[in-house]
């Protein structure tokens, strides 16, 4: 004898009574609490750059020629954030020394060699420096 449990349904206007078992309701709930999982993992390591785009920034010597806010001798991340917003793939291959430089071009000379310092990432490596310097804006500690 199977243990049927009912609950009440609401969707939109219709109100209306499922009939689960419990097995078939933990499972559902398995299924919520996967879901809820993996979209906030999706979320955490996908979407919003997880460190890594900062430390290489930091430990690789960009922050002597940049700085957060400010131009100094390079253009500040605010800056370079503003040119290349929404045009993450082009600063991957800015970073990987294919692209053009769009920021301040009269100025390129100083940075290609800086380039030399992480010429040696792996491809995701990249993407999270990439998305570091586009997602300034949008983090705390800006
Ligand atoms: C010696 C000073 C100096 C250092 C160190 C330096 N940069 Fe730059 N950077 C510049 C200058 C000057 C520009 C402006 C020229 C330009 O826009 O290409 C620039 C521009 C840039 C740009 C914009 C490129 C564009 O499209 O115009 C990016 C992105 C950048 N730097 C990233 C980095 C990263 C990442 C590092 C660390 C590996 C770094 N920089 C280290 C001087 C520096």
Redesign the pocket.
């Known amino acids: 004898m199977q243990d049927f449990k009912s609950r009440p349904v609401n969707i939109i206007f219709y109100n209306f009574d499922i009939y689960v078992t419990k097995r078939e309701e933990r499972l559902i709930m398995k299924k919520i609490i996967l879901l809820v999982v993996l979209g906030w993992s999706t979320l955490m390591l996908g979407n919003v750059d997880n460190g890594v785009g900062a430390s290489i ?1 930091n430990n ?3 922050t ?3 700085a957060l806010d400010m131009d100094m ?3 500040s991340i605010r800056t ?1 954030s503003i ?2 917003s929404g045009n993450e793939n082009a ?1 991957v291959m ?2 990987k020394g294919q ?1 053009q ?5 009269e ?2 000379e ?2 290609r060699p ?2 030399m ?2 010429a040696n990432l792996y491809e995701d490596e990249y993407r999270s ?1 990439a998305r570091y ?1 586009i997602q300034a804006f949008m983090r705390v500690d800006f």
Request: aromatic content about 12%.
């Open positions: 920034f690789r010597g960009c002597m020629c940049h001798v390079g253009p370079i040119r290349y600063l800015y970073l692209g430089p769009i920021v301040y071009p100025r390129g100083m940075m800086q380039l310092k992480i420096l310097i």
